[in-house]
């Protein structure tokens, strides 16, 4: 199930003196129960499919473009080779603000989501909840999280979902405390966001009339004017199982507490609990851009 609504706005003005600009804003709101991983099912849980409904992974909120236009004053006649070399300079380009894309906490180690424990059913992707006491806003650091030192995202904020030895009408065994559950009823898919992108383009542009029919157009782009990076989602995945081991009931001592959270002492390191569930690390920092840094290209063409 998906549904998407956009309301865009779109204003183009010619102005005085050579200068034209353009402005649109689109406001859109993609939603649906999982997009972007494909064959692996990416919600709270897959026994029940509505409770992932929520922001599609691609959804934009908010996209600002600006553009612009203009003709630099005519200097001398267009057929005197004064004309032909000081004028025809045009200077246009485009500004985009864009909200970032909205990302989950996933766990691709087999922690999460098996009523008895195996982790063949880590192929689900299942969602990490968040621990008690956190929400979408607290669990945020409030840096971008490119720096390894400062994450985005609280370590501390993310839980295995365990169940109690004895739950499921004495199902789950008195002692066991590794078995799980998924998220109960949904609700956490697609809760955070990536910071804001942000680009300007410009170009210098030179047309100069051969003839009638002939013109050469030289044109000098600059892509990234501001070098300013855009920062792709984060590292949004934790890995609890971190051995992959597969029968952790077997493991004594049975009946501690497993559980990474901030009762725990779980912090922005890797460090174990009881040896089979870790605290997650890296939780939060970007280690990737969208797009390229700073381009400078020029070019020549004839026009006929």
């Known amino acids: 199930m998906s549904a998407y609504n956009a309301l865009q706005v779109h204003v183009e003005k010619r102005l005085s003196h050579g200068l034209e600009g353009g402005f649109s804003y689109t406001y859109s709101k993609s939603m649906d129960e999982q997009s972007a991983l494909g064959l692996f099912y990416n919600g709270s849980n897959p026994l029940d499919v509505h409770g992932g409904y929520a922001p599609s992974d691609f959804d934009r909120t908010h996209v600002f473009i600006i553009n612009y236009h203009y003709e630099l004053p005519k200097l001398a006649s267009a057929e005197s080779w004064e004309g032909k070399v000081a004028d025809g300079w045009s200077v246009e380009g485009l500004v985009t603000l864009q909200s970032g894309q909205p990302y989950s906490i996933v766990d691709y180690s087999g922690a999460v989501g098996s009523v008895f424990y195996g982790i063949s059913d880590g192929i689900t992707n ?176 004839v026009l006929f």
């Open 126 to 301: 299942p969602l990490v909840p968040l621990a008690p006491g956190c929400t979408p806003k607290n669990a945020k650091t409030g840096a971008i999280g490119n720096n390894f030192d400062f994450p985005a995202l609280k370590a501390s904020c993310f839980d295995v979902p365990l169940l109690a030895p004895g739950a499921f009408g004495g199902a789950i065994p008195p002692g066991d405390t590794f078995e799980t559950n998924f998220i109960p009823g949904g609700g956490q898919r697609n809760i955070f966001r990536q910071s804001w992108q942000k680009r300007a383009d410009i170009s210098l542009v030179k047309v100069t009339q051969l003839t009638e029919r002939f013109s050469l157009k030289y044109t000098f782009d600059v892509y990234n004017l501001t070098n300013h990076p855009s920062f792709d989602i984060p590292i949004d995945n934790i890995d609890q199982n971190l051995a992959f081991s597969s029968e952790p009931v077997a493991q004594p001592p049975y009946g501690t507490n497993t559980t990474p959270t901030l009762a725990s002492g779980c912090s922005n390191s890797a460090t174990a609990t009881n040896g089979f569930y870790f605290c997650p690390s890296g939780l939060g920092q970007t280690v990737k851009t969208i797009g390229s840094g700073r381009q400078i290209q020029m070019s020549l063409s």
